[in-house]
């Protein structure tokens, strides 16, 4: 079974360039303090590293 990661989205994305609008869509996260849940695999860490200072990861 892989494991899964909880992203919860902790700052705005109003201001932010549209590649971090886009990263953050494809991943689900639309409104503050949502979270999502979503399987560890390369493609969402490259993800998570590319707005990692307006989200939180839990393992």
């Not at 639309?30 to 969402?44: A, G, R, W, Y």
Request: aromatic share 0%; charged share 25%.
């Amino acid at each position: 079974m892989s494991a899964e990661l909880k992203i919860t989205l902790i700052k705005s994305h109003i201001g932010r360039p549209a590649s971090h609008r886009a990263v953050l869509s494809g991943m689900g996260l639309s409104k503050v303090n949502k979270t999502v849940t979503l399987e560890d695999t390369p493609q969402v860490r490259g993800m998570i590293n590319k707005v990692v200072h307006l989200v939180k990861v839990e393992e």
